[in-house]
């Protein structure tokens, strides 16, 4: 498993997204080493670990993620997921409640298949199996943008997207609609920071509220003229949200 591991400090733990790798972090990997020792791993069948199948179960994924932490010798840490990410860090704070010290849940939300979406989840799949994924690739990232295809950072995530292969595709897409963690909500016992950007064309408003409303001891940012991709849109707001709440008392 391709994994980074830099800085000193408390442990903050890093997933990524569908379609994406650990490199999507470079701009907070940057900032908050700083002050954290941070870890960020690319899932299996995307990033540096395109030559894996993907798995298609956000339970698996989250399990892989903790044993890999296992092998680090990480107990406890603060935990941010983006995206397919988040599913995947919600499923760690339940699996492993006792580990995870704080939790920012970005881009994402508790609904698997994606509701509002730009385009539903069981349409994508039915359009890579006739098509391939060459043109899903395109404008699934470039819907993650404000600008479109236009941001500067299209490129480097088409560079990653690329590269995925057709069947980790598909079981990207049947993990998320086959997850779901409506009414486990309450059971997350770590303070959670729930961050969205207020154009996310992914996961609509009703997914970060039902996190804010249902996760016990959760707070809300809103990222204003920010699309799925904020933290790559405006790192330094991002960053500075996820500072303050990680040192927060």
């Not at 600008?147 to 998320?176: H, W």
């Not at 001891?217 to 707001?237: G, T």
Request: net charge negative.
């Amino acid at each position: 498993m391709g994994c980074i591991r830099v800085g000193k400090g408390p442990v903050l733990v890093l997933v990524h997204g569908f379609l994406s790798g650990l490199s999507y972090w470079d701009k907070q990997i940057e900032s908050l080493s700083t002050r954290f020792e941070v870890i960020a791993m690319d899932l299996p069948g995307y990033g540096g670990e395109t030559q894996q199948t993907g798995l298609d179960t956000v339970a698996g994924f989250a399990r892989t993620i903790l044993e890999q932490l296992d092998k680090l010798g990480v107990k406890n840490f603060h935990l941010v997921g983006h995206s397919m990410g988040g599913m995947i860090a919600q499923e760690i704070a339940l699996q492993a409640p006792e580990r995870v010290n704080r939790l920012v849940l970005y881009g994402t939300g508790p609904m698997g298949e994606l509701p509002g979406r730009f385009e539903p989840l069981k349409v994508s799949m039915e359009k890579v199996e006739k098509d391939g994924t060459k043109e899903a690739k395109h404008y699934t990232v470039a819907s993650w943008f404000k600008q479109g295809d236009q941001d500067a950072n299209f490129e480097p995530g088409m560079e990653l997207a690329k590269d995925v292969s057709l069947q980790t595709y598909i079981n990207g897409l049947n993990a998320m609609a086959g997850w779901s963690a409506v009414g486990r909500l309450d059971q997350i016992q770590s303070h959670t920071l729930v961050i969205w950007g207020d154009i996310d064309r992914s996961y609509i408003w009703q997914q970060p509220y039902a996190l804010w409303q249902e996760i016990q001891n959760s707070s809300l940012a809103v990222m204003p003229l920010c699309s799925h991709n904020a933290h790559l849109e405006n790192p330094q707001l991002f960053n500075q949200l996820l500072y303050d709440f990680l040192t927060h008392e």
